[in-house]
């Protein structure tokens, strides 16, 4: 064990903590959680509008329509993810270099719409392609983002700005500096999307789709590519570093864009397509925040025979309910702990194993779509990420139960060995 601590310390530790000082990682983690409550409204309305109570459906109809409002609101939040994106990537990017991030993020909203296909009616009226605002266009505003701020950044760089005399307040100064970097953006998206035409394809956003968007998501909802990210966190964390925003850079994108597929096909009537989802991870793989560690809380406290251990089992059990596990993390601690080192990778990757099986075979409920905050406590979030199906509340349950016996021939080590430190203490 302690040749796997030093040389996780040694060989991962390094390239981890730079990896996690990435400002492009950083920024795309924060522009997708600007996303995060708007997807938790929609999933609300979703919810309100899918309660399974008998002609509820109906009865929404009845009283002017309720069921069309509560679909508008879920279309108006899900359906603008990739917008929120699109400027929210930038502003966050832009902030980390030090450019004027409101600015910069506009520009890049600009260019999104700029390449997102028009559509005409019937009758001749023009629209944009609405499901490109949404997972549809998600990959392309991310990168669309992220190039548009080294684009401002280089020309920034290059001193091509106009310069407002000091006398003019700082707001204006600001806003006229970024005409041409943003006439410069603007025109470079709207020329590369023309030319992507030419080309036979329906524009950039299918150019970035089939590249980039198409290979990671199969990554991302394979069995494969899940197990990976999974044991990455895990091993992040357990050296101390944030596990999930290094992750999520690269999975939340995936894992969104398969919710928003899977709630497409819910309000649609359809089988659901995916089974490895955002909510599927969170309410399903790592119960109590990452590495599972709701059972650990559990065990700790109310079957620890250490005052130490028990009293950091009862100071992080509440947290531990609503997925907050940071005080288990570093008051136990678990971050390089050798003993907590092999549960806390694997246990979440059996997690994933059982509960994928289970969906893949039909005998659970999947997610259909529906993204509970990531805060509510399991039984409530599993009912609620599929349409409350009594048998994913269940697996849930099963799950804990699992983690417990997984989690307790480790933790019983833990116990023993502090319960023997204390009382050499207490000797003396």
Known sequence: MERINTFLEEKILPYAGKLQGQKHFHAVFLGMSMAMPLIIIGSLS???????????????????????????????????????????????????????????????????IIITPS???????????????????????????????????????????????????????????????????????????????????????????TLIGIPLTRIGSGLGGTLVAIILSSVFWFLGIHGTDLI????????FSLMDANRLAFEAGKQIPNIISYPFMMNFVWLGGGGATLALAILLAFF???????????????????????????????????????????????????????????????????????????GLSGAIATNWNIGAILLQFMILALDLCLYYPFFKTMDKKQLADEQKLIAK
């Open 46 to 112: 979703m919810v309100i509008g899918n309660l399974p109570i008998p002609n509820w459906t109906e009865t929404l109809t009845k009283f002017g329509n309720v069921g069309g409002v509560l679909s508008k609101i879920t279309n108006g939040s899900f359906g603008v993810m990739a917008l929120v994106v699109a400027f929210g990537v930038a502003y966050n990017l832009a902030k980390e270099y030090g450019l004027p991030d409101v600015s910069v993020g506009i520009i890049s909203l600009s260019a999104f």
């Open 248 to 255: 999520g850079a690269v999975m939340y994108p995936i894992w």
């Open 304 to 378: 620890s025979k250490s005052k130490q251990m028990k009293t950091m089992g009862k100071l992080s059990i509440v947290p531990s309910v609503f997925n907050i596990n940071e005080p288990l993390m570093f008051g136990v601690p678990i971050v390089l702990n050798p003993v907590m080192l092999i549960p806390y990778i694997f246990v979440p990757v059996i997690n994933l194993l059982v509960v994928y099986t289970l969906m893949n075979f039909n005998l659970v409920a999947r997610p259909v779509g529906i993204n509970p905050s990531w805060t509510m406590p399991i």
């Open 119 to 209: 559509v005409l009616d019937g009758e001749g009226l023009s629209g944009i392609d609405y499901s490109k605002l949404g997972s549809g266009g998600l990959f392309s505003a991310i990168v669309l983002a992220l190039v548009s701020v080294e684009i401002y950044r280089f020309i920034v760089k290059m001193d091509w700005t106009i310069k407002m005399p000091e006398t003019v307040p700082s707001g204006v100064s600001a806003a006229f500096s970024s005409i041409i970097p943003g006439f410069a953006i603007l025109f470079i998206w709207a020329f590369l999307d023309y030319f992507a035409r030419q080309t036979g394809s329906q524009g950039l956003h299918d150019v970035v789709t």
